[in-house]
């Protein structure tokens, strides 16, 4: 069984920055597709952004050029670098990891989760 704990997350002013954490279990993680995804009060889930074995990375049109995702394999950590946050950021931020190697963008498509971090971005 894979656990993921995120951490970083809080209130920041619009404009600011957080980075986002999240820690893994599992002697495979290298392998993992790794992702973020958040859900805002009375949305659905939303994918976020993607890395795979290779570090081939997609975003979000809406978080492109503002975050950036990443991972370290020696540390089974993978990390969402967010920059010049909005107030319609303001989610839970989920980390998820896929035992394929492949990427994709369904929440359906990831075997586990994380609790969650909230992000609160203030005007």
């Known amino acids: 069984q894979v656990q993921l704990v995120e951490s970083g997350g809080g209130l920041v002013q619009a404009g600011g920055s957080l980075r986002l954490s999240c820690a893994t279990s599992?002697?495979?993680?290298?392998?993992?597709?790794m992702a973020w995804f958040r859900q805002a009060p009375g949305k659905e889930r939303e994918f976020v952004a993607v890395?795979?074995?290779?570090?081939?990375?997609t975003y979000a049109d809406s978080v492109k050029g503002r975050f950036t995702i990443s991972r370290d394999n020696a540390k089974n950590t993978v990390y969402l670098q967010m920059n010049s946050l909005k107030p319609e950021d303001t989610a839970v931020y989920y980390c998820?990891?896929?035992?394929?190697?492949?990427?994709?963008?369904?929440?359906?498509?990831?075997?586990?989760w994380g609790q969650g971090t909230q992000v609160t971005v203030s005007s």
């Open positions: 998820a990891a896929r035992e394929r190697g492949d990427s994709t963008r369904r929440v359906d498509g990831y075997d586990y």
């Open positions: 599992g002697r495979t993680f290298s392998r993992y597709t």
């Open positions: 890395v795979i074995w290779n570090n081939l990375r």
